[in-house]
């Protein structure tokens, strides 16, 4: 029962996190009233279960070592529900960032596997693997297409009309922004998504909380370092130059990433 509630809580604020960045993609208002509606039944069900613990432990029963992620989510909750309230809905974006960081400290309190299954021949590290590159391969196509944005208006504020980006991208520049935001947020997502299979593998696979090697922590900052990104577009509204500087940069940040930090082997 108690594994049921804790994976159900965990699915609410992972489908929470989906819902929040299909908002943040296609601004839909919808998506932000149905992400906060998982974000509120992932709340309820991270109460039932401590209810549940403390009444059968007779004592509160989340303070073990093992469960004090599970409860850190719980406050992290609480810490946005009152965020919420006392903003309205200015900080409910936020979500996106809130959801998934619940479903990394949700993933620590999961269970083991006891079977004999090779540690890199599961669903979730090739999940990692996969997503990972797709991640990768956005931010690849975000920072291309800022910088060909910048070095176009740059030509365009210089009047060098014969140039060949101002011939062939001076009629694009809205375009070549909005593919910039799109991919920029299919890289968040999809980092995040990586993310959440390494904190799901690390937990059940390899019995760790969170792997404290170098590749993942520089892996954690790009994901906060996109999020960031994302809510100077969509918060402060952020266009142009400024916001494709900020991705040209997150570009460079994820090839040293990507060529020069590597995982140790496990």
């Known amino acids: 029962m108690l594994k049921i509630i804790l994976v159900a809580s965990l699915m609410s604020y992972f489908l929470s996190s989906l819902v929040f960045w299909m908002y ?11 992400g906060f509606s998982f974000f509120g039944i992932g709340f ?7 209810g549940i613990r403390d009444i059968q432990e007779r004592s509160f029963a989340v303070a073990t070592e093992k469960e004090l992620p599970f409860f850190l989510a719980f406050l992290l909750a609480v810490v946005f529900y009152g965020l919420s309230l006392k903003y309205k809905k200015q900080l409910r974006d936020f979500g996106s960032i809130f959801a998934p960081i619940n479903v990394f400290l949700i993933a620590m309190t999961l269970p083991n596997v006891t079977s004999d299954q090779q540690v890199h021949q599961n669903f979730w590290f090739y999940a990692h693997v996969i997503l990972s590159m797709m991640a990768y391969a956005f931010i690849i196509a975000a920072a291309v297409v800022a910088l060909v944005y910048i070095l176009t208006e740059r030509d365009l504020k210089r009047k060098k009309l014969d140039s060949f980006l101002v011939s062939k991208f001076s009629s694009s520049l809205v375009l070549l922004q909005d593919i910039e935001y799109k991919s920029t947020v299919l890289a968040f997502i999809t980092l995040s ?11 059940v696979y390899l019995g760790k909380h969170w792997i404290w090697d170098l590749k993942q922590v520089a892996l954690s900052f790009l994901w906060i ?32 990433v990507y060529w020069f930090i590597k995982h140790p082997m496990y």
Request: charged share 15%; proline share 0%.
């Open 24 to 34: 943040i993609f296609t601004k839909k208002k919808i998506g932000e009233k149905v």
């Open 44 to 50: 309820l069900l991270q109460l039932t279960y401590i």
């Open 193 to 203: 998504l990586a993310l959440i299979a390494s904190s799901v593998w690390s937990s």
């Open 225 to 256: 370092y996109y999020g960031f990104i994302i809510h100077v577009m969509v918060i402060k509204h952020e266009k142009g130059k400024k916001a494709s500087y900020l991705t040209v940069v997150g570009g460079f940040f994820a090839f040293i």
